[in-house]
């Protein structure tokens, strides 16, 4: 499973930006999808993640109500929109794949990483 991570930058907070996760097609099918960040000095955190077989999704509570997280099976790829950034957002934000075929945001549950992509949000 091959996964790729784009769309990542600049923003003020409040702002908004939308992440990519391009899937290998194999990939897509039977794995959860999830999004992970690492903030600056601290530990890989799980922020949402996405059953790829029936669109069940979970958010951390930290973001909840300000990031979703959807599906483009056509496309092969997942999206994290987020919105109403905080300075505390800024991290590298990687997805990554399990097999595992229920919703985690565990880390060492996911087999499969992409890159990171860099999200700063500040003024």
């Known amino acids: 499973v091959q996964l790729q991570a784009s769309g990542g930058g600049s923003v003020q907070p409040g702002g908004s930006l939308r992440l990519s996760c391009a899937v290998s097609r194999a990939g897509l099918g039977d794995n959860t999808i999830g999004w992970f960040r690492q903030r600056p000095g601290r530990e890989r955190e799980g922020v949402a993640c996405?059953?790829?077989?029936?669109?069940?999704?979970y958010i951390a509570d930290s973001v909840k109500g300000r990031f979703t997280i959807s599906r483009d099976n056509a496309e092969n790829t997942i999206y994290l929109q987020m919105n109403s950034l905080k300075r505390e957002d800024t991290a590298i934000y990687y997805c990554?794949?399990?097999?595992?075929?229920?919703?985690?945001?565990?880390?060492?549950?996911?087999?499969?990483w992409g890159q990171g992509t860099q999200v700063t949000v500040s003024s």
């Open positions: 996405i059953d790829s077989n029936d669109g069940t999704t």
């Open positions: 990554a794949a399990t097999s595992l075929r229920r919703v985690t945001i565990e880390p060492d549950e996911y087999e499969y």
